[in-house]
């Protein structure tokens, strides 16, 4: 479907938002290695704020704290002693990926 074929090339996401507690972003990061990753602040309570904005690779919260995570790993970008993202598993077969928890 073209609104997936981003994810035919290394670098770039998609975000699927009817999945997850604020949506799914699915990066490709090498076409063998694909991260999946909750759009969900860990370090909040979901709320209106709570889900995070693309800009890959780094996912940035609203709610005016600052908090920005790689959508690589997951990680805090600043701050290694907060929660990270909420990771799915991606695994692709053929020309499919595959995103569970």
């Given at each position: ?63 005016g704290d ?36």
């Amino acid at each position: 479907m073209p609104e997936y074929d981003p994810l035919n090339f290394p670098g770039n996401s998609i975000i699927i938002n009817q999945q997850g507690i604020r949506g799914i972003v699915i990066y490709n990061v090498n076409n063998d290695l694909y991260t999946a990753f909750d759009l969900s602040d860990p370090n909040h309570p979901p709320n209106n704020c709570s889900r995070m904005n693309v800009e890959t690779p780094l996912a940035s919260c609203p709610c005016g704290d600052g908090n920005e995570y790689n959508i690589i790993s997951g990680e805090h970008t600043t701050n290694n002693s907060l929660f990270p993202m909420q990771q799915y598993q991606a695994v692709r077969t053929g020309n499919t990926v595959r995103v569970s928890n």
